[in-house]
Structure formats: C-alpha cells, structure tokens
C-alpha cells in the first residue's frame, strides 16, 4: 500500500505540469455537460408549450374556425372537438352581446345631451368639441364605433375581440371625464353677457314645451331659443327638431274643415 502511494507521489511529482491541461479540459467537458442538459431541458419545455398550444386549439379553437376536420359529424353525433367548438362560440357571441348593450348604453346617455336642449344649455361643454375631454371623448367613441362588430354572430378573432373591448371601455371612461368636466363647468367658461343668453333661453325653453301657453306662444319660444343659442353653443338640428317636435306635440288638435 506504501508502495502504491509512493509511486502515484513520484508521478504526481514529476508530472505536476499535466494540470494545466487536464484542468481546462475537466472544465470544458463539465460546461459541455451542462449546456447539454440545459438544451434538453429547453427542448422539453418547447414540447410541453406545443402540447399546450395543441390542447388549446382543440378545446378553445379560434372563433369561427367550427368545422370538424375528420369529417366525423356527417354521421349525426357531435365529436367532442366540435361541442367544445360550440361552447366556445356560446361564450364568444355572450360576450359580444355584453359589449353591445354597455357600448349602445353609452351611445344613449351622449344622445341625452346631443338630443336634449335643455341638457345642452345647463352642461354646454358637452356638445363642445374644442373641449380636450369632449374631444377625447369624441375620439374615443369614432375608435370603439368602427371595431363594433356587424352582429353578435359574426366571425371575428380574438385579438379584435379584445380591441373592441378595450375601445368600449377607453369610450366609457372617456365620457365619464367629459361628463364630469361639464357638469363642473357648468356655464363658467361663458361671459356675463352670454350667461345671460343661456339664461333667456332656458326660460324660453320651458314656454316653448309648456301646455299652458298658446300655439303663437310656444312658437314664438321656439324660434328664440335658436336664435339664443346661435353661435353660443353647438345645437344639432336633429336636438331642434326633436325640440320642435315637443312642442308640436303640445298643439291642440287641429279641427276637421267643416262640410259644405
């Protein structure tokens, strides 16, 4: 046994200088182990991605994409590919529904100050579109508008579903900025003297629709409230028609002509 230890010292000793090459080799083959079994680790996880990826497309295929490939439905019974296809397609068009009546809900309260004079001339910043949050408002309304899909059926992907939800919302809250800038506002950013004029034409207004007033009346109100309103603040003609015909509708009922 001393002999043996011996002679491995004698070696040792005489070929000390083989270190610097067996060191950088027993370093090399260690890293080449290493990035080996870091790639085999890479490539398992690039399998499991696919095998997910794989397992999504069949249980959540994309919207639209609902034709059984292997042909498997001709026999009558639905596959289990194409139920979960229609589970999909279910919960898509839910979905479209949802953001339908939250974007058609905000289409109605704006058309409650497009509409309605009397909102237009207690909260004018809302039909102003010089207004940076009326405006932003604006814009945001145009975005959502032209990503609404044409029905709750229609094929659409699930990136444009999801812009068209994020438009809704951005809508949303954008009108909420403006609404609560204008009802702030109020008539502040007016002069004395344009005060005024939107002080007449509220009274004005309120002859104009009232059923105590005579005809000559409430068309005369009428008349000057547009003429109030001119260049003050941005009346649509549809909001004066819609006027027009409120106080139309307070009219008497014109007698029959009488027989001759």
């Known amino acids: 046994m001393g002999e043996f230890w011996g002679g491995l010292w004698d070696f040792a000793t005489a070929y000390w200088w083989l ?10 083959v260690a890293k080449a182990i290493e990035r080996s079994a870091k790639r085999r680790h890479e490539r398992r996880l690039e399998i499991i991605r696919a095998k997910a990826e794989a397992k999504g497309i069949v249980v959540r295929p994309t919207v639209g994409d609902l034709t059984a490939r292997d042909g498997s439905t001709a026999s009558g019974s639905a596959s289990p590919s194409a139920t979960d296809a229609d589970d999909a397609d279910a919960s898509v068009r839910t979905r479209i529904e949802r953001l339908f009546a939250a974007h058609d809900d905000l289409t109605h309260r704006w058309l409650e100050y497009e509409l309605d004079v009397a909102k237009l001339i207690a909260f004018p910043a809302m039909s102003d579109g010089r207004q940076p949050l009326t405006a932003a408002f604006l814009r945001a309304k145009k975005i959502a508008d032209g990503l609404r899909p044409p029905s709750a059926d229609a094929r659409v992907t699930a990136s444009d579903l999801a812009a068209y939800r994020d438009a809704v919302t951005d809508a949303e809250v954008a009108f909420d900025l403006a ?4 009802r702030r506002q109020r008539d502040h950013s007016f002069s004395e003297v344009e005060r005024r004029r939107l002080d007449t034409a509220k009274q004005l207004l309120n002859v104009a629709v009232d059923d105590a007033a005579t005809p000559a009346e409430r068309r005369t109100a009428y008349e000057r409230v547009r003429a109030e309103l001119d260049g003050l603040i941005a009346v ?4 004066m028609d819609r006027l027009a015909q409120r106080a139309a509708l307070q009219l008497p009922p014109t007698a029959p002509p009488a027989a001759s």
Not at 19 to 28: N, S
């Open 19 to 28: 270190i610097f090459f067996v060191g950088p080799a027993a370093g090399g």
């Open 179 to 182: 609404e609560r800038d204008a």
């Open 236 to 239: 649509s003609d549809a909001a």
